[in-house]
């Protein structure tokens, strides 16, 4: 089971930790990703990394403001976002998939978990 928390609301320029808890195992052959989806939007690669090597991969839209990170020993994948951006605002989700973190289509991590909610008034 995959536990996000850490979403609210944050005025335009200012900063969130978002934290993904795993219940389970995660193993090194796994990649972490965070996706957001806004209001009428589909689902959107954010970020992600391997467990293992901590490799990473960024959508361009967020490249130099977020950084994902992972607490091996508390099971746990963090996004810290900067410089938030009104449109930033959607409910942020954490999935696992098996494979390599550069890989960043919604149907191809395999577990989910439910979202939290990132709210940036402008």
């Known amino acids: 089971q995959l536990q996000a928390s850490g979403g609210g609301l944050v005025q335009a320029g200012g900063s969130l930790s978002l934290s993904c808890a795993a219940s389970?195992?995660?193993?090194?052959?796994?990649?972490m990703g965070w996706f957001r989806q806004a209001p009428g939007q589909g689902r959107k690669f954010v970020a992600a990394?391997?467990?293992?090597?901590?490799?990473?991969k960024y959508a361009d839209s967020v490249t130099g403001r977020f950084t994902i990170s992972r607490d091996k020993g508390k099971n746990t994948v963090y996004l810290q976002m900067n410089s938030l951006k009104p449109e930033d605002t959607a409910v942020y989700y954490c999935?696992?998939?098996?494979?390599?973190?550069?890989?960043?289509?919604?149907?191809?991590?395999?577990?989910w978990g439910q979202g939290t909610l990132v709210t940036v008034s402008s």
């Open positions: 389970g195992r995660i193993f090194s052959s796994h990649a």
């Open positions: 999935a696992r998939r098996t494979g390599s973190p550069y890989v960043t289509g919604e149907g191809d991590y395999e577990y």
């Open positions: 990394m391997d467990w293992s090597g901590g490799r990473t």
